[in-house]
């Protein structure tokens, strides 16, 4: 099956990682001008990115992360990083002895363990992304969902304990950074009226922060290639898909497991303001370049459905105005 960008164009054979310009001029020449209209559709879009899986993992791809989203900053775009760290959070616990215990995929969090989130989330890992950004000059700054109550939550299930849902979430310091030209990276721990903390999943978070911002994308680096038609078939990628279409696999089958929760957030993204939603493969080298700057269209787009893409650019207009009136 051959893949597309959001542009629905056809892939390219070549990548950006591939291409010597000193043996192949003529084709680094080429991505160049590919890249020129996607960088002219995108400038001064608000991109939020959650950062997880192996890519966070693995140094080389790490630093392929800290490189794409620099370069997306550079060429214009307004990257918004919100991160997690369930690997290292159970790494810790495991050095500290403590078993993790996980319902419905959500970590059970007491206050010990709620004390490790803390410490790796927004002391170490928050800090190894923004120092990883910021070799390439200071363009990223920390913050947490703590920090000006910028996330909001309540209990999601007693039975987790400090795990939270997001209630609200308050932009003013996204856009602050956003307006300083700064890439907000964002540890995903936020606090209730009381100031009580709770751990929050990074997916559900940088679901609703997009939605807040009417982000043109919202791209989850995964484990997988994508969605896929048949989850035994990596040939199977399905590259586009609207929103009845996500409906229809989840009532088919299609669609089924952890995917559920995560596909219904993509739709919920959409149906509020968000114009596409991106899953893309997080072990590829360089994939968010990949999928924003070249032919060679990577992962799954979801976008709305006929009636909702009016709303959803209007509610993009919308945003854009308010980030125009924006204090320099």
């Known amino acids: 099956m051959s893949q597309q ?7 390219s054979s070549q990548t950006p990682s ?16 590919q890249a020129l209209p ?10 939020v990115v959650k950062f997880g899986g192996n890519a966070m993992s693995s140094p080389e791809l790490f630093d392929d992360f800290a490189k794409d989203v620099v370069m997306m900053h550079r060429v214009g775009m307004k990257p918004v990083v919100v ?7 159970g790494e810790w616990l495991k050095r500290m002895g403590k078993e993790s215990t996980f319902i419905d995929g959500r970590r059970v969090t007491d206050a010990e363990t709620l004390e490790v989130v803390q410490m790796v989330l927004m002391g170490k890992v928050n800090a190894d992304i923004v120092t990883a950004l ?40 996204i856009t602050r950074t956003l307006s300083m030209d700064l890439i907000p990276v964002i540890a995903t721990v936020g606090v209730d009226e009381s100031g009580q903390t709770y751990n929050i999943n990074a997916d559900d978070a940088a679901t609703e922060i997009a939605q807040c911002l009417s982000a043109e994308k919202l791209i989850f680096l995964t484990d997988v290639p994508g969605l ?5 078939n990596l040939d199977s990628l399905i590259p586009r898909v609207t929103t009845d279409q996500v409906r229809e696999f989840i009532s088919s089958g299609v669609i089924s497991g952890g995917m559920i929760p ?41 976008e709305a459905s006929e009636p909702q893409q009016a709303q959803s650019q209007s509610a993009q207009s919308q945003s854009a105005q308010l980030s125009e009136s924006d204090p320099e």
């Open 228 to 232: 896929l038609e048949d989850v035994n």
């Open 5 to 11: 960008n959001s542009s629905g164009q056809q892939n």
């Open 18 to 33: 591939s291409v010597d310009p000193r043996r192949d001029p003529e084709i680094a020449v080429d991505v160049l001008l």
């Open 134 to 173: 910021n070799t390439f000059g200071p363009v990223a700054l920390g913050l947490s969902g703590t920090d000006a109550r910028l996330l909001t939550a309540k209990a999601h299930d007693p039975a987790l304990g400090f795990v939270g849902a997001v209630t609200k979430v308050n932009p003013e310091l």
């Open 262 to 302: 995560k596909m219904a957030g993509c739709i919920r993204a959409i149906e509020n303001g968000v114009g596409s939603v991106h899953l893309i493969d997080g072990r590829l080298p360089h994939v968010l370049l990949l999928e924003l700057l070249t032919r060679a269209g990577v992962g799954t787009m979801v």
């Open 38 to 47: 996607y960088i002219e559709a995108f400038r001064g879009a608000v991109v």
């Open 83 to 89: 991160h997690g760290g369930g690997p290292q959070i």
